[in-house]
C-alpha cells in the first residue's frame, strides 16, 4: 500500500502530467554516439536504468550480479534514480560504497533542506519563538504565491556529490565508464538527454518529481524527472554504439481498483500510466541479444527512502534468474579485473585554489552578504563539506527558491560562480501561525492566531520590515524595521512598535481569585551586534505605558494605578545553538536581559529588573537528556513594582499547577528531562515520550496562602514536533498535591 507521501508524490504531478505530450520517446539532440570504443573481439555491453524513486536502489544488487558473472559494462544510461546509481557507477563507485552510501540514506536526510538550525541567522532562529509555523508565502500584487515544488533539491544535491567521485563539469564521455542522464522539459514535454555537465545538477534534474521537488532551470529548459518521457532509456543506450542492452525496469506498477482511493490516487495512477506506456515502448525496442531485469519489489514504494538497504539487495535474485545469459557475456578473471581497476581508479584529489568568489544574476539581495556568510573563501582549495553547508546556509537565508554553484576554469583564473536563485514568490512574505492551551479546566483554554508580514531587502544593506499580530488570548500587533549598518550584518539598528493586551490570573492556594487586563504600548530604539550565528546583542532605550483594569475578582484587588509610565534602558543577550527548540537534541541556548526602570526617561519609578535562561540537550542515539533554567529579581536596592513580578507554572514550568499559578517579586527555575524519540515519519520531524523532575524557589507571593517558597514537581508527556508547531499531551504533579493534564498545540503558553 502506498504511503501518504507517495501519494501525494505522485499526485502532484497530475499538473505536469497534463503538460507532458504523448510522443514521450523524442530524444534531445544532445544525444550522440561518441563512446569510448571498446574491443572489437566482444560486443559492447551499455546498462538502461530506470526511474523508479526508492525502487532505484534494486539497481545497486543487479550491479553486484553483474559484477560476480564478470559482465563488463561500456556505457550506462540512466533516468532519475537510475541516474543516481548509474552516474555512481560511472565515477567509478564499486558496489560495496554504494552500499555504504545508500545505508545512511534517509527520507529525513534527501528532503530537509534547512541547513542545521544553529548555522541559520538570529533572525531567523527567533521566529522559532513565536507561533508561527510553516513555510512563508509570497505575497506579490495583493496575491498569494506558493513555492514551485514541496522540497527545491538543495540538500538532495548535497547527497547526490556524495555518489560521484568526480566533481565539477564533465563530459561524460571522459568518465570511467561514458553515461548518459534523462530529464523531461516541462515546456516541451520532450526527453532531454544530458552527456555533459555537472553530475550532481544533472542527477537533481533528472529526479526532479513534478510538484514535489521543484524543477531544475537548464540553458532555459525547465526540467524534471524524466520518468515522464523515458523512464526505461533503451533507445539512449543503443545511441551510445550498444550492441547489447541490459535493462532493468524497477518502476512502480499500476495500482489496483481498490486502491484508486480519492483525488491522489487517482492523480497517482494518471502518472504511473503515463510512465508504464513510455516503458512498454521501450521495452518492445529490445532485440532478442538483449536482457531484460525487473526486480520483484513488491510493496515497496517510489517513497520508501528509509528502506533503500532491503530494497538494494531484492536487484540480486532478478539479475540471477538471467544468470545464464550473464556467463554467456563473461570475461576471464584477469580481463575482468584489469577492466574494474581502469574503471575504479580514483581521481587525484583537486587541490587548485579559488581565485575568485562570483555570485551571478542578482536582482534584490547584494552578493557581498551572501559571500560574507560562506566558510568558503578565495585563494584556497574548496573543501566539499564546508561548501555543501555554504550552500545550504545561503538557501537557509530566506531569499532563495534555489542554490548551486558551478566551477569556471579560465585562463589561469578559476571561479566559484554561486547560482543563487531568488525566490519568485517574494520579496514580501506572509506566515501564519497557531497556539492552542488547555489543562482541562474551565479557565485555562486559550488559543492563539497569528500572521506575520515581512518585506525584505528593502536597500542594498538587507533591511527588513515585519509586522505581526495576534488575536485570541493574548492580542498584539507589532512592528519592526530591522536595518543592518554593513554588508556582513555585523551590527544593526531596530526601531519597533508595539501593542499588547493579555489576561492575567491571580491565585490564592488552588483558587483563581481575580482576573485582569494588561494593555501595554511601547515604543523601543534598540542598537545591535550579531555574533554571526551564534547570536546578538541588543541595547536601546524602551518607553510606553502600561494599563491593568481588575476584570473579575474584589474590589480591594484591584490595582492603584489606573495607568503606568514606562521609561528604561533595556539590555539583552540571545545565545543560541539548539539544534531544534521544541525538542532540541543537541546544542545550548543562553538568555540574558536587563531592564532598567528610570524617572529621568518618563518612568513612574526606577527600579532594575533581570532576567536569565538556558537550556542544553545531549543525545546518545534516540535518547536525549535536556537541562534548564530561568531566573530573576530585582537588581540593586530598590523593589520590583508588582506590576514588574514574574508570573510562572504550567507545563513544564513547574509542571502540575496551571498557567500562571505562580506570582512573585524573584524567581529561580530548574528542570532535568529526558525524552526518547519512539517515531520517525515524514509528516512529523519525530515523536517523542518523556519525564521531567522540576523545582523553584520562589519569592515573596502577592497575595496570602499562594504557593511560594520551594516547590517541587514532575511531568510526564508524549510529544510530536508537527508541520505547524509542537503538540504535547502531558500530565504534570506538584509534591503539594497540585496537579493537572495539559495539552498545547504550537507554542507553549
Known sequence: MQTPLCKALAGVGLLAATLIATGAHAADAAMDAGAKVTPAKR??????????????????????????????????????MGSLVGAAYATGMTVQEMDEITGAITTELLFKENPPREELSMQRKMDDYTLLFGPELGLVDKKLKFPKGVVTGVQLETVLRKLSKVKGFQRFDDLAIPFRAVATDLVTGK??????????????????????????????????????????PVQVARSMGADIVIAVNVGTPLLKRDQLDGIFGVAGQMVSILTEQNVQASIALLKPTDLLISPEL???????????????????????????????????????????????????????????????????????????????????????????????????????????????????????????????????????????????????????????????????????????????????????????????????VAPNISYLTRPVYLYQGRNNVASYNFSSAQL????????????????????????????????LLAPDDNRIHQGAVNATLLLDRLDNVHFPRSGWRFGASLYSSNTGLGADQSYNRWTADGTAAYSVGDHTFNVAFKAGGKLGGKELPAYSWFQWGGFLQQSGYKTGQLYGNSMTYGRAMYYHRIMRGTMLDGAYGGVSLEMGRYGVPLLPDAPSGVLTS????????????????????????????YFFLGKAF
Open 43 to 80: 560486443p559492447k555491453i551499455c546498462l538502461a536504468l530506470s526511474g523508479g524513486g526508492a525502487r532505484g536502489a534494486a539497481h545497486i544488487g543487479v550491479l553486484k550480479v553483474l559484477e560476480q558473472y564478470r559482465v563488463p559494462i561500456d556505457c550506462i544510461a540512466g533516468t532519475s
Open 191 to 232: 526527453a532531454v538527454v544530458f552527456k555533459e555537465g555537472e553530475l550532481a545538477n544533472v542527477m537533481r534534474a533528472s529526479m526532479s518529481v513534478p510538484g514535489a521537488i521543484a524543477p531544475a532551470e537548464f540553458g532555459g529548459m525547465i526540467l524534471v524527472d524524466g520518468m515522464l518521457t523515458e523512464n526505461l
Open 298 to 492: 513488491g510493496n515497496y514504494t517510489t517513497a520508501d527512502f528509509d528502506a533503500l538497504a532491503k530494497i538494494a539487495v531484492l536487484g540480486e535474485p532478478a539479475a540471477e534468474k538471467v544468470a545464464g545469459r550473464l556467463k554467456g557475456l563473461s570475461l576471464p578473471p584477469a580481463a575482468y579485473a584489469e577492466l574494474r581497476k581502469r574503471q575504479t581508479v580514483a581521481p587525484a584529489p583537486d587541490l587548485r585554489k579559488i581565485d575568485e568568489i562570483r555570485v551571478v544574476d542578482l536582482k534584490r539581495v547584494n552578493p557581498e552578504t551572501v559571500i560574507a556568510d560562506m566558510e568558503t573563501v578565495a585563494g584556497q582549495p574548496i573543501n566539499q563539506e564546508a561548501l555543501d553547508r555554504d550552500m545550504r546556509r545561503i538557501y537557509g537565508t530566506g531569499d532563495f527558491e534555489h542554490v548551486n554553484y558551478t566551477l569556471i576554469d579560465g585562463p589561469g583564473k578559476r571561479v566559484l560562480a554561486v547560482d543563487a536563485v531568488e525566490k519568485t514568490w517574494g520579496p514580501d512574505y506572509v506566515r501564519f501561525g497557531l497556539g492552542l492551551s488547555s489543562d482541562f479546566s474551565s479557565q485555562s483554554s486559550y488559543f492563539n492566531l497569528a500572521a506575520s508580514y515581512r518585506k525584505t531587502w528593502i536597500n542594498s544593506l538587507g533591511a527588513s520590515w515585519r509586522n505581526m499580530v495576534q488575536f485570541g488570548f493574548n492580542n498584539m500587533v507589532a512592528s519592526e524595521f530591522y536595518q543592518p549598518l554593513n554588508a556582513e550584518g555585523d551590527y544593526f
Open 524 to 555: 523601543g530604539l534598540a542598537l545591535g551586534a550579531n555574533f554571526k550565528r551564534y547570536g546578538e546583542l541588543r541595547v536601546g532605550l524602551v518607553g510606553g505605558g502600561l494599563k491593568p483594569q481588575l476584570e473579575t475578582g474584589p474590589v
Open 714 to 741: 514532575g511531568s510526564l508527556f508524549i510529544g510530536a514536533d508537527t508541520p505547524i508547531g509542537p503538540a504535547y499531551l502531558g500530565y504534570g504533579r506538584a509534591a503539594d498535591g497540585n496537579q493537572s493534564f
